[in-house]
């Protein structure tokens, strides 16, 4: 029974978010307007986001994995983050399988959706500008390590905490099977929601020669810059530009650049983040998975271009989604995107 009401509070949320999702309706307008105020994101990026990425249609065996991995609490509560507007909904979902007791603190920067979706559905949550949690509560944190270090240390003993902190997603390409229909994905996964999420990619390793990772550096290169026509950026503060600039100088300095719209591609040996700017690196190797091994801890999401890739790394990296190309921002609604710290949480004492 209790599984029952749970599914039920889970699917009145995502049919909420049918309704959002619909440039038709003016629930759904109305959204649409306001993201656009609190996301600094183009109008094309957002509609993409919310006719892509929104979780509106999951399958019932998703909705069923979803509650099997949550654990059940007397009340949950949801500290939302504002770096990918649409994950507000799995959230919020999640803590809903786990209670019929939910309380919410959306983000100050941008509440749109929770705000949104609470309108909807009153009943199912409630907004709160604070959350205080009591022992045998469940607490799902999104946001910064050093906010999930401090939330972790001021709760009571007796909480079980879910915290979800910076990531990143990872391409690994086998090079005698890339083809231009893999730029394209990898230049989608990499543009939407400006690549401020901690599934998106930014960095490549590329599984052949030297020569290799530089064409398909280039190739990436070539692709982000031609979807920015389509999704152009939203808009960037001074100080964001600036930081922009200053990192790219220094790509340019250590490795050969190709530019890409607003953003670039490095490529050179060693593997290193760029910033999440539409920015790439691009390494190679023969040994992905030793390559990639130093940033186990903080691997949320890889994408491969072929099944012996992604059968491999899904061996070594357990805590890390697998996904194919062009999909890493729309992973089945089944449970937490972030894996990391597994699902049942971690008891405060």
């Not at 999640?94 to 929770?114: G, M, T």
């Not at 449970?335 to 710290?341: F, M």
């Amino acid at each position: 029974m209790a599984e029952t009401a749970s599914l039920a509070r889970v699917e009145r949320l995502v049919a909420a978010a049918r309704v959002l999702s619909s440039p038709h309706g003016e629930t759904g307008r109305a959204l649409r307007q306001r993201l656009l105020e609190t996301t600094g994101l183009s109008a094309p990026s957002i509609e993409l986001g919310l006719t892509r990425c929104l979780e509106t249609t999951p399958s019932r065996a998703e909705l069923e994995a979803l509650l099997s991995s949550t654990p059940e609490a007397p009340r949950a509560h949801v500290l939302l983050s504002a770096n990918v507007f649409v994950a507000a909904l799995r959230a919020i979902a999640i803590a809903l399988a786990s209670s019929p007791s939910v309380r919410v603190r959306a983000s100050r920067r941008d509440p749109a959706l929770a705000e949104s979706l609470h309108a909807l559905v009153p009943d199912l949550f409630e907004l709160s500008p604070a959350l205080s949690a009591q022992p045998g509560d469940h607490f799902w944190a999104y946001g910064s390590d050093a906010t999930l270090t401090e939330l972790r240390g001021s709760l009571a003993p007796g909480v079980w905490f879910h915290p979800h902190g910076a990531g990143l997603g990872a391409v690994v390409l086998d090079a005698s099977a890339f083809t231009e229909a893999d730029a394209r994905a990898v230049a989608l996964d990499t543009a939407l929601f400006d690549q401020r999420g901690c599934l998106s990619p930014r960095l490549v390793s590329v599984v052949g020669s030297e020569q290799q990772a530089q064409s398909i550096a280039q190739a990436l290169a070539s692709a982000l810059g031609a979807l920015e026509r389509e999704l152009p950026p939203g808009r960037e503060s001074a100080q964001a530009a600036a930081e922009a600039r200053q990192s790219r100088d220094a790509a340019a300095y250590a490795f050969e650049l190709f530019p890409a719209g607003r953003g670039w591609i490095s490529c050179g040996p060693e593997l290193v983040v760029p910033p999440a700017s539409r920015c790439l690196h691009v390494s190679w190797t023969s040994e992905p998975a030793r390559a990639l091994s130093g940033l186990s801890a903080h691997l949320t999401c890889i994408a491969t271009n072929t099944a012996a890739l992604q059968a491999q790394l899904g061996l070594a990296f357990s805590g890390a989604r697998p996904a194919t190309l062009g999909e890493m921002q729309r992973p089945p609604l089944d449970g937490p995107v972030d894996l990391r710290h597994g699902t049942q949480g971690e008891l405060v004492t």
